[in-house]
């Protein structure tokens, strides 16, 4: 549990899936989608990753000062159309942690998205060990 919220299966999923994304590329709502197996589940993959725990607090402050950078690096993910999208302390900060990263960003939008853009799946192992973990989890909360 993370300051009193239960983080959903779908959450671990999507964080999971985020925290591939290698630094200086990017991926989109819909191929995260793709990934964890929801395809048609872009928005919600917003919605879990605008309420991401794992980002940095210092981020969360507004403060862009960090060596490691965040668990789940949710800047990383845009929309399908290399737009930027939402992020919960501002697309300013949004913009300044990807150009950090080498991911230069013009007019709201990732120059040479589809270079920049990166396509991952999980392995049927990789799927079955983060639902065994939630599971786990769940029989020692109950």
């Known amino acids: 549990m993370i300051m009193g919220n239960k983080i959903t299966l779908f959450q671990k999923l999507v964080y999971a899936a985020t925290k591939k994304i290698p630094r200086g590329k990017v991926s989109t709502y ?6 964890i197996g929801r395809s048609k589940s872009a928005r919600a993959v917003g919605n879990a990753l605008n309420k991401n725990p794992f980002a940095l607090a210092s981020i969360r402050r507004g403060v862009l000062s960090s060596r490691s ?10 929309k399908s159309t290399g737009e930027i999208g939402g992020f919960a302390s501002g697309c300013g900060d949004k913009i300044k942690l990807l150009r950090k990263e080498g991911v230069l960003v013009e007019k709201g939008r990732v120059v040479d998205f589809e270079n920049k853009r990166v396509f991952f799946s999980f392995t049927k192992y990789e799927m079955s060990e983060i639902r065994k973990d939630d599971e786990m989890l769940t029989f020692c909360i109950s």
């Open 30 to 35: 819909r191929d995260i989608a793709r990934a």
């Open 69 to 78: 950078g965040p668990v789940v690096p949710c800047h990383r993910v845009v």
